[in-house]
């Protein structure tokens, strides 16, 4: 556990694993100072955007702290587009061979996804 004698009192800054819940490390965080939070952030080696204003800095450390002790769930694999296999010419192309209308727009985002829509409305194409 690493200490900060720098004040009368005794700052300590709690290993991971010694608080069972979130809400008692909050606790613990609510109770320093910024000066004590950005030495138990360099002192665990953590790191965090700094930004201009005190609130925002605080509140990035205490989250970089947050992490360090309660680790979010990795986030799971966006699974792949059932329309990845056909590039936009080709969305285009069967909706012209099958005399579908498509609103067309400039953005080729926008013309692959309202392509997709109306593919789909007719049957041509499934939707996952």
């Not at 790191?47 to 002790?69: D, G, Q, T, Y």
């Amino acid at each position: 556990m690493a200490k900060n004698t720098k004040n009368k009192n005794v700052v300590t800054y709690p290993e991971k694993g010694t608080f069972a819940e979130q809400k008692d490390l909050k606790k613990h965080i609510k109770g320093l100072t910024d000066e004590q939070l950005q030495e138990w952030t360099g002192l665990e080696g953590l790191e965090f955007k700094p930004s201009e204003h005190a609130s925002i800095n605080r509140m990035r450390m205490a989250m970089a702290i947050n992490e360090l002790h309660f680790p979010s769930e990795p986030k799971a694999k966006k699974a792949d587009s059932p329309y990845k296999k056909y590039t936009t010419e080709q969305l285009i192309e069967m909706a012209v061979d099958n005399n579908i209308p498509v609103e067309p727009t400039d953005d080729m985002k926008i013309m692959r996804m309202r392509t997709i829509m109306m593919l789909r409305a007719h049957g041509l194409v499934e939707a996952k």
